[in-house]
């Protein structure tokens, strides 16, 4: 008998625990999920190097991801390898063993019409998606169809296969009336274009639909609306205004609607400063980073607990010349990056601006409690993902911002209980 032993990046994913309830999802599959789920694998286990890809079309709350995890779950409890990835580093976390498609594909930063991606035919990347059984990439429409190309183009080099994706079976989803690929300051066109819809390789994809709801079962015409504005079928008003129904909209009388939102989503706040349950489900969202950071400061200074201060480093290293004048540094503001004045206090809820360690569930994105600060380090819990309730330490760098109010594009994939949505401005991109 042939024994094969395996190490790295192989033996790693041959070791993701299987959660119970992801091998008990399969019992619970609704019609179209079921439907999805045996063509997928009917697939799998008649695939002969030939193309099987797959797009699982559907809003949010149509099971997409509870699908995947069904679909995870019974690869690996075969002994197989699948390799579960996501656009977004807060989606990966949502799939056992999941990590997000630029780490695990090694794509460029940026990407171009004929770009590979950074693997190795020699390196344990490369044979890891030889002995994989399948690939799951979620969100994939958040994805420039270029990275997309670059996968199929590498896969089909590594492995040796002319096959679309090398011959391996490749299971994509999303929901094209959301976020789609960012292209800064494009236009319509250009948006449009860059999305894998119009990649020359869709025509040989097979797409499944989710069509019902679980999520809004107990609200059906909720569901159906936000379906008619996806569909753009909504009637409007002027201007191709959708009428918020007035059972949803709370009356604008100023910037004291801003604290009557407030007090709406987070009653009674002081109560509840160390309750990890109350925060991870409630969030209002926003348009963007100026917006978030405006409600948080009002929020953080609502807040009961001792406020700490962390200022960011200021100075530029070899500036001799001083080119880079202090109150310039200060005045960044972006999403991948804290404020300069970081106003944090122990129960406040936060979120991860970096990907430390997507395994342990701390990538971009992740929502945490604050449970303690030191000198050089944050003490943490982590409140979404597969790997909630863990504590983890962040060192040195905090690159976390206060998380009471955050944007639309980092919303999406997330499951948040009670929402208040903040428009001081109409949006700006598709899908928010």
Sequence with gaps: MKIIQFQGVIQE??????????????????HD??????????????????????????PDGTGKTFLYRALMATLRNRGKIGLATASSGITATLLSGGITAHSR?????????????????????????????????????????????????????ILDCDALFGGKVMIMGGDFRQVLPLIQKGSKAQLISACIIRSNLWANIKVLHLVQ??????????????MRIGDSVEPTKLNAMVRIPHQIALPWEGE????????????????????????????????????????????INQFSGEEHNLLSFDEVEGDTHNLYQREFLNSIAQGSIPPHILKVKKGAPLMLLRNIDPRYGLCNGTRLLCRGLFKNMLDVKILTGSNAGKRAFLRKQFSVKLSFAITINKSQGRTIPNVRIYLPRHVFSHGQ
């Design 105 to 157: 594909f090694n794509l460029p930063y940026d990407v171009q019409p004929n770009s590979f991606c950074d693997i190795k035919k020699q390196k344990d990347l490369a044979k890891l998606f030889r002995v994989a059984t399948a690939i799951i990439w979620d969100e994939a429409p958040m994805t420039n169809k270029y990275c997309l190309e670059a996968l199929d183009r590498s896969l089909r080099d």
């Design 13 to 30: 994913e041959l070791s993701v625990q299987i959660p119970n309830e992801d091998i008990e999802s399969i019992q619970m599959l609704n």
């Design 256 to 299: 004291q609607s801003i604290q009557t939102l407030i007090d709406h989503i987070f009653p009674q706040l002081n109560l509840h400063g160390w309750d990890a349950s109350y925060m991870v489900e409630r969030a209002i969202i926003t348009l963007t980073n100026d917006d978030v950071q405006k409600l948080n400061d009002i929020i």
């Design 213 to 226: 709801n679980m999520r809004s079962m107990n609200d059906p015409e909720f569901a159906q609306f936000l």
């Design 33 to 58: 999920q079921m439907v999805a789920f045996n063509t997928i694998m009917h697939a799998i286990d008649h695939n002969h190097k030939h193309s099987q890809v797959f797009f699982v079309d559907g």
